[in-house]
T-cell receptor
Framework: GNSVTQMEGPVTLSEEAFLTINCTYT??????LFWYVQYPGEGLQLLLK?????DKGSNKGFEATYRKETTSFHLEKGSVQVSDSAVYFC???????????????FGQGTILTVHP | DADVTQTPRNRITKTGKRIMLECSQT?????MYWYRQDPGLGLRLIYY???????NKGEISDGYSVSRQAQAKFSLSLESAIPNQTALYFC????????????FGPGTRLTVT
């Protein structure tokens, strides 16, 4: 079945540090890949996405590249801010045609705390 | 106003009680979902509905039931609550052509004592 594995957290950084949160996946075929973010006390919101191999999703200074050869979709940001403190979820969505189409599979989430 | 609302936001209940969590959306989406979030486990899908007449079990549906009262409303019930159902519950919606771009409500924190 489909699965998503994220790096163990929590991650604690100082402001302006470089961020990487690792994500690898297992899936049949070529799923779409997503990063969702959950700010304190809120629901999840879509941060970025990539729908095919070598696509780079980007938003709010965050980036992630769909790497088919390593089945990875690592999240990066060059300079984090205190306001980036949140929980980050990697997720995959199967392509159309299978019984799992339309259902997201989430990783376990990585807590990021950024200190001034 | 928020696109996806959930009521109640917090609830404490006792073992064996029946409880209903409600979700409403103003996005005009056909698809709605219920997830639970537990620390270290991410989000797990409980039930999902692709339209008013289509309701499906997710990966952890045992002990839960749902009702899709209208396109905009999707309720989750715990028929007889147990302590291991203590969790944060999220409702989400998406459109038919972008099923993975989901819009989440603020969550309901449920504690079963």
């Amino acid at each position: 079945g489909n699965s998503v594995t994220q790096m163990e957290g929590p991650v604690t950084l100082s402001e302006e540090a470089f961020l990487t949160i690792n994500c690898t996946y297992t899936a049949t075929g070529y799923p779409s890949l997503f990063w969702y973010v959950q700010y304190p006390g809120e629901g999840l919101q879509l941060l970025l996405k990539a729908t095919k191999a070598d696509d780079k999703g980007s938003n709010k200074g965050f980036e992630a590249t769909y790497r088919k050869e390593t089945t990875s979709f690592h999240l990066e940001k060059g300079s984090v801010q205190v306001s980036d403190s949140a929980v980050y979820f990697c997720a995959l969505g199967p392509r159309a045609g299978g019984t799992s189409y339309g259902k997201l599979t989430f990783g376990q989430g990585t807590i990021l705390t950024v200190h001034p | 106003d928020a696109d996806v609302t959930q009521t109640p936001r917090n609830r404490i209940t006792k073992t064996g009680k029946r409880i209903m969590l409600e979700c409403s959306q103003t996005k005009g989406h056909d698809r709605m979902y219920w997830y639970r979030q537990d620390p270290g486990l991410g989000l797990r899908l409980i039930y999902y509905s692709f339209d008013v007449k289509d309701i499906n079990k997710g990966e952890i549906s045992d002990g839960y039931s749902v009702s899709r009262q209208a396109q905009a409303k999707f309720s989750l019930s715990l028929e007889s609550a147990i302590p291991n159902q203590t969790a944060l519950y999220f409702c989400a919606t998406s459109g038919q052509y972008s099923p993975y771009e989901q819009y989440f409500g603020p969550g309901t924190r449920l504690t079963v004592t």
